[in-house]
């Protein structure tokens, strides 16, 4: 019976462990785990358009994590998006020519906003504004460029060859 009562606990430990790991990978794959930065102060950046960027996705600097996108909003007289950025305390030292870009990770992946620092001595501070910014790219948008500018390539192409023939 002592035995039995050793191997319950063990199992019971595994799948307390097991349950552990799940909360930790969910909490990862939602971007939950650091959304609340304590130490932070916020950058606005207007954009034509963002996409499908989401809240709470990530700010990265040369590709490390600096920050959050914690509000989005749309400005009634110039109809941008608005973009709220709360950015790590310990990176505060942006200077004021620094550039954001929507971008994706990956082909198909999770947007972000993607900070370019410029050569500024001067820094951003507490509710400045980014003035630099680049919008996302809408893959939808992409591909039908490609279609119409292929289509109307071959049919200019094919009207100059008919030209050059009746000369």
């Not at 509000?71 to 950025?85: G, N, P, Q």
């Amino acid at each position: 019976m002592q035995q039995k009562r050793g191997i319950d606990f063990i199992v019971g430990l595994f799948v307390l462990g097991g349950l552990a790991a799940l909360v930790f990978l969910a909490l990862r794959v939602g971007n939950l785990s650091s959304a609340s930065v304590n130490n932070a102060y916020h950058l606005y950046a207007e954009f034509d358009n963002i996409g499908g960027l989401k809240l709470k996705a990530p700010v990265t600097m040369a590709g490390v994590n600096i920050g959050r996108v914690t509000d989005v909003k749309i400005d009634k007289e110039f109809y941008t998006a608005v973009v709220e950025l709360s950015i790590d305390a310990n990176y505060d030292n942006l200077p004021e020519d620094t550039s954001a870009a929507i971008l994706t990770s990956g082909l198909l992946g999770a947007q972000y906003v993607g900070l370019e620092p410029g050569a500024e001595e001067t820094y951003l501070k507490q509710g400045d504004k980014i003035e630099i910014t680049q919008s996302s790219l809408v893959l939808e948008n992409l591909i039908s460029t490609f279609v119409t500018s292929g289509a109307g390539g071959g049919s200019a192409a094919q009207s100059n060859s008919n030209a050059d023939e009746f000369e």
